[in-house]
């Protein structure tokens, strides 16, 4: 029981774990570079280079662009996550050369002797030499909900947790060795996105792909068949074909989810798997545990009240509350005015306290079999102190019973119905702080449209006071929760609709709850700090663990608050809103370009002419009207809750608005190319049709207008002003404004259609108001 010596720990095998929240820098790279469409435009450029003029092989520098800004981007969200990743994780108590010392997980190593607590996460495969009450949950491994005694001998496993008692086990199997690494390897390997956003751009990319392909052959060839420059053909055909390709569309969806985790890292916010990002904008019910969220972490005993003068009340509390190695915040609470116990009162058998059971008891042999828990748990409705611990409660005060009785129950698993024997010889009162910043924090949630539950394990009397207090809607109307439907899951969640503060919650309940509202179509999310709370984070659409909160809880959340603070949580769901904003005002930019592109393509080969514009034409056009505005886009604030059907609504919006914008250019290029102008006039022509169009496209995405907003639309318009007007710049991207008619012609086109495209996605209904 001494532990490792320094000599064996030096040799021995270490712990070591890749970290879930960030690839490597190999793969960062890869993932940047190596990509379809890097491949598809790499290709393009190669044939422009080698057939045409280098000025309309511009496009290629998207390949450096793209790659370069997704590793910075990256390598910044990387930086930050790693080390948020090191604060966050919890030390770990090993016994080492006879002494007990605080060690980093990474640092352990095959043959350590770990030592157990509650709330405390086992991070590698062991054998239990000693054992003190000792249970484990392992439901995150295996399912099973009850928690597993441990004796001496018996396996444990990584992933698992303990939720009660204490003790030691030998690490057997540490690293990638371990059962929850290799079960979770693939699993837990980061990814930017798993979501239906995610979902929805690679689909869009999927189809897009596929129509490329046919639409761009046909392309090719009706450019050979009506050109006799070969280098003309080829470079018209390209222009359209990387027109079709939403190349920044993947770029600026990674960019926005990268700046949000450096943004909240800045705020103490780890966010442990990136598609939480997207959970954060979704979310329409909060999930709060009262202890250590609407309270702060921590209590104060309050009073002793006896119930009974012939019994040693002080004794008794201070031996319980000095039983345990690992106290719990109301054992510690205790302690702080009983600092030991009294002389002889040794504890035999022990039960631990856990939250299924809301007591924990301790057999002091001559001096008796104490208990101490929640009163509605222990007490029968007639027993003395019943009615007192209940008009206690109502007032917010949390209160436990002190009884005594004859024996400990038999069957731990069913100690709540085997304790009608005990008899309350005292209450006891403590003191909880509420959070300074809490009735601030839910006013805000209640602003958003963010309905909050508040499931609570302690007496619904004093949640509810508690949540009235903060002003929480129903919050008097506090439901018990051992009398809620078991076997009726929408029952349950009917229930669940029309309350908001739930009291005596067991750890199951709260999974079953997180069940119900989901089943119900909400978007929910899970905040918690106890053991009690991981089953229900891990269920949750979105777990939200405190920074303070048990090494378990910050285990299975996809969002840790490093700085305990609940008022971080309005930060936090506004990033995620603001991110997924903006992606969607991204997409209808991107997929609105890709839109026109197919179109004028399909036109221009089945009617033979040539392509509108040329590819120097299209980056031109592209960087004022997309490139640079999108950058500002993905990163403006907004605080729109995200709705379902990213997919639907984006092509709502991105289809008319193309096929009118390639209208638009295909009519100005057509009406040109009628007269006696020449190649480059018409397709001059094309590109001011196409810049009007694709500017308004970009004034009806902005809404609503800001200043900032404004100064960068205005920016644009005179950026490509200049083009026309500065000689260099016309003739470096091929512009001849020299035919005013065709010119003015296109202008009124453009006003045509700009207008049509309003009318068009205000009929569609996707434009923000």
Not at 398 to 420: H, I, M, N
Not at 539 to 544: K, P, V
Request: charged share 20%; proline share 5%.
């Amino acid at each position: 029981m001494d532990g490792l010596t320094s000599a064996q720990v030096s040799g021995a095998k270490t712990n070591h774990v890749p970290r879930r929240s960030s690839r490597s820098f190999g793969a960062i790279i890869r993932a940047n570079v190596f990509t379809l469409f890097n491949l598809v435009i790499g290709l393009l450029w190669a044939l422009v280079l080698i057939f045409g003029a280098w000025q309309d092989g511009l496009f290629g520098l998207v390949i450096v662009a793209n790659s370069l800004i997704g590793i910075v981007q990256e390598l910044r969200a990387k930086r930050t996550l790693d080390k948020l990743a090191v604060i966050n994780e919890s030390p770990v108590t090993v016994r080492r050369d006879g002494r007990d010392q605080q060690l980093q997980p990474r640092q352990l190593v095959l043959g350590d002797l770990i030592l157990l607590g509650p709330g405390d996460r086992l991070l590698v495969d062991g054998e239990v030499v000693e054992s003190d009450g000792l249970e484990i949950d392992e439901s995150l491994l295996t399912g099973e909900e009850d928690p597993v005694h441990k004796r001496p001998g018996d396996e444990v496993l990584s992933g698992s947790f303990a939720v009660a008692g204490s003790g030691a086990f030998v690490a057997t199997k540490v690293g990638t060795d371990a059962y929850a690494v290799r079960l979770a390897e693939e699993a837990s390997r980061f990814h930017l996105a798993r979501s239906e956003l995610r979902d929805g751009v690679t689909n869009f990319i999927k189809y897009i792909t596929w129509l490329v392909i046919p639409i761009g052959a046909l392309l090719i060839y009706s450019q050979l068949r009506n050109s006799t420059d070969f280098g003309t053909a080829i470079t018209g055909a390209v222009a359209g074909i990387v027109t079709m390709i939403p190349e920044g569309l993947v770029l600026m969806t990674s960019i926005a989810f990268a700046v949000g985790v450096v943004r909240l890292g800045r705020r103490d916010c780890l966010v442990q798997e990136l598609p939480a990002i997207e959970g954060l904008a979704r979310v329409d019910v909060l999930c709060l545990d009262k202890t250590g969220t609407l309270t702060a972490g921590g209590m104060d005993l309050g009073e002793v009240l006896p119930l009974r003068d012939d019994q040693p009340i002080d004794d008794a509390l201070a031996a319980l509350a000095n039983v345990d190695h690992r106290p719990n915040a109301t054992a510690k609470a205790i302690q702080a005015r009983y600092r030991s116990a009294a002389d002889g009162w040794t504890a035999g058998e022990v039960v631990p306290f856990s939250s299924a059971r809301k007591w924990s008891g301790a057999d002091f042999g001559p001096h008796g079999v104490w208990l101490l828990g929640a009163p509605d748990v222990l007490l029968d409705r007639t027993a003395d102190g019943y009615e007192r611990a209940a008009e206690l409660a109502s007032t917010g005060t949390r209160v436990l019973a002190l009884c005594r009785t004859d024996s400990l129950p038999a069957a731990v698993e069913k100690a709540a119905s085997a304790t009608g024997g005990a008899e309350a010889v005292a209450l006891v009162t403590l003191k909880q702080r509420i959070r300074p910043d809490a009735h601030e924090t839910l006013r805000y949630f209640a602003e958003q449209g963010v309905t909050v539950k508040v499931l609570s394990g302690d007496n619904p009397d004093a949640v509810a006071a508690i949540a009235t207090g903060l002003e929480i809607p129903d919050g008097h109307r506090a439901i018990d929760a051992r009398s809620l439907p078991e076997n009726d899951p929408d029952k349950l969640a009917e229930l669940l609709d029309t309350h908001t503060v739930f009291g005596r919650v067991t750890p199951q309940q709260k999974r079953a709850f997180v069940g119900a509202l989901q089943s119900r179509g909400h978007t929910v999310a899970m905040t918690g700090d106890g053991v009690n709370d991981v089953l229900a984070l891990k269920d949750a659409d979105l777990g939200i663990a405190m920074g303070a909160g048990s090494p378990a809880t910050k285990a299975v959340a996809q969002v840790v608050l490093l700085d305990d603070r609940f008022a971080s949580l309005p930060y936090v769901v506004g990033e995620g809103r603001r991110v997924l904003a903006n992606i969607e005002r991204v997409s209808n930019l991107f997929l609105t370009k890709t839109f026109y592109a197919i179109a004028l393509s399909l036109l221009t080969g089945v009617l033979g002419l040539m392509f509108p514009f040329a590819p120097r034409h299209s980056t031109l056009v592209n960087a004022l009207t997309i490139g640079i505005p999108a950058f500002v886009l993905a990163l403006a604030p907004t605080l729109e809750r995200a709705k379902p059907g990213f997919v639907p609504r984006v092509l709502r919006f991105a289809v008319p608005a193309g096929v009118l914008c390639a209208a638009a250019v295909f009519l100005s290029f057509w009406a040109a190319h009628t007269g006696t102008s020449t190649l480059t006039e018409d397709r001059t022509s094309g590109v001011i049709a196409l810049f009007l169009t694709t500017w308004w496209v970009l004034i009806l995405i902005t809404k609503p207008l800001t200043l900032g907003r404004l100064a960068m639309i205005a920016a644009m318009a005179g950026l490509f002003a200049l083009s026309l007007a500065i000689p260099f710049v016309r003739h470096f991207f091929a512009l001849e404004p020299d035919d005013l008619s065709n010119d003015l012609t296109a202008v009124g086109i453009s006003v045509v259609a700009s207008a049509a495209i309003s009318v068009a996605v205000k009929l569609a209904g996707t434009l923000r108001p």
